[in-house]
C-alpha cells in the first residue's frame, strides 16, 4: 500500500483495514472468515514455483495479512519478507510463524518505502488478493516493480470486472454461499487483465502469463484454469 497511516494521500482504505484486521484472529483457521484463502494458497504457491525457484530466493510478499502464502514460500526454501499495513494481521502472521518454527521478516510498512529501502533487492515479489482493496492499484505496481531485481517476477492475484465476477464473488460468496464477509469486494474496484497489463508495462515490467485461478467450494480447493473472467492470476518479468 501505498504511505503510512496518516499520510496525506495514503493508497489505503482505512475501513478495508479494519475489516480485515477484524478477522485477524481466525486467519489461520480453515473453517473460518478465510477459508476460501486457505483453498486458494495451494494453487496461488503452485503457480509461483512453476515459475521461479524458491529455495534460496528473496521474496517480498506485498498485503501479506496473517502469512499464508509467506510462510508456504519461506517453507519452499525463500527468504521472505512479509508486509501489512495492519498491525493485527501482522501479529498474527508473526505469532503464527514462531509457533510453526517458519522464518519470515514480517513489518507493518507500505511497499513504497521498502522499495526505497531494498531497490532491486528482491528475486520475486507476490502481491495477492490485494490491488482490487486499494484506491491506486497502478502506484502498488510500479513500488513492487522497483523492489524487483532486472530478471525478477512479479506475481499478482485479483478480480476480473466482468458480470461472472459480481454473481461469483459478490452476490454467490458474500450474500448467498456467505464464504465471506459481506461487504469485502466493490465491483467498481475490480481490474480487467487489459488495465492490470497497461499499469505492468508503466511500471517497466513485461507480462509474461495471465491464468484463471478457479475456486471450487465444493471442494473447498482451487485451481489453475484458462477462464479468467472471475480470479486470475498474473506473472510479469522486469527485464
Not at 51 to 61: H, K
Not at 142 to 148: F, K, N, S
Not at 209 to 234: C, F, K, M, Q
Request: hydrophobic share 45%; net charge negative.
Amino acid at each position: 500500500m501505498n504511505a503510512s497511516p496518516g499520510h496525506a494521500g495514503a493508497n489505503f482504505r482505512q475501513e478495508e483495514l479494519d475489516r480485515f484486521a477484524a478477522l485477524a484472529n481466525r486467519w489461520w483457521d480453515p473453517d473460518g472468515p478465510q477459508k476460501p484463502l486457505h483453498a486458494l494458497n495451494p494453487a496461488r504457491l503452485r503457480y509461483v514455483t512453476d515459475r521461479v525457484r524458491l529455495a534460496g530466493a528473496r521474496v517480498l510478499d506485498v498485503g501479506c495479512g496473517g502469512g499464508l502464502l509467506s510462510e508456504a514460500m519461506a517453507e519452499a526454501g525463500a527468504e521472505v519478507v512479509g508486509i501489512d499495513l495492519a498491525p493485527e494481521l501482522v501479529s498474527v502472521a508473526r505469532l503464527h510463524a514462531l509457533e510453526s518454527g517458519v522464518r519470515v521478516d514480517y513489518r507493518v510498512q507500505p511497499v513504497e518505502s521498502l522499495a526505497a529501502q531494498q531497490l532491486g533487492s528482491f528475486d520475486a515479489v507476490t502481491c495477492m488478493e490485494m490491488l482490487e482493496h486499494v484506491p491506486d492499484p497502478a502506484a502498488i505496481l510500479d513500488a513492487c516493480a522497483r523492489a524487483l531485481r532486472p530478471g525478477g517476477r512479479l506475481f499478482v492475484s485479483t478480480l476480473n470486472r466482468t458480470p461472472a465476477a459480481f454473481a461469483l464473488a459478490i452476490v454467490g460468496a458474500e450474500y448467498v454461499a456467505r464464504l465471506l464477509p459481506k461487504g469485502t469486494h466493490r465491483y467498481d474496484s475490480f481490474i480487467r487483465p487489459s488495465e492490470l497489463a497497461a499499469w505492468l508495462r508503466e511500471a517497466g515490467l513485461e507480462l509474461e502469463d495471465v491464468s484463471g485461478l478457479r475456486y471450487e467450494p465444493w471442494r473447498n480447493a482451487a485451481r489453475i484454469v484458462s477462464r479468467t473472467d472471475v480470479n486470475y492470476l498474473a506473472c510479469a518479468v522486469k527485464p
